[in-house]
């Protein structure tokens, strides 16, 4: 059974730094893309950052420049480091890994994932 642990989500002021993880189990997650999402409240859930088999990523603009997405392959966990936080970038944060192949430039289409961790929750204050 596919199972997607996201941890490392806090509170901080903005301008700090955090880093999620997303531990998967179950799960040959180095095979299709995996990506992270969010959603603040009263907003539709959104892509973050998208990693593919190649391990090549890909970001939102909002979030290029200050986010980074990557894998440990030993550790069979997904991580997104996030510095220069705003407070824009508070909401609950979502990992998601996909069952089949599709090509990177697809990485923000929720659909294609399969399989989605519970979200770990980012607040950002001024």
């Known amino acids: 059974q596919v199972q997607l642990v996201e941890s490392g989500g806090g509170s901080v002021q903005a301008g700090g730094s955090l880093r999620l993880s997303c531990a998967v189990f179950?799960?040959?997650?180095?095979?299709?893309?995996m990506g992270w999402f969010r959603q603040a409240p009263g907003k539709e859930r959104e892509g973050v950052a998208g990693i593919d088999s190649e391990r090549s990523p890909s970001y939102a603009d909002s979030v290029k420049g200050r986010f980074t997405i990557s894998q440990d392959n030993a550790k069979n966990t997904l991580y997104l480091q996030m510095n220069s936080l705003k407070p824009a970038d508070t909401a609950m944060y979502y990992c998601?890994?996909?069952?089949?192949?599709?090509?990177?430039?697809?990485?923000?289409?929720?659909?294609?994932?399969?399989?989605w961790g519970q979200g770990t929750q980012v607040t950002v204050s001024s």
């Open positions: 179950g799960y040959t997650y180095s095979s299709y893309c």
């Open positions: 998601a890994a996909a069952n089949f192949y599709f090509s990177g430039a697809y990485w923000a289409s929720e659909w294609r994932y399969k399989y």
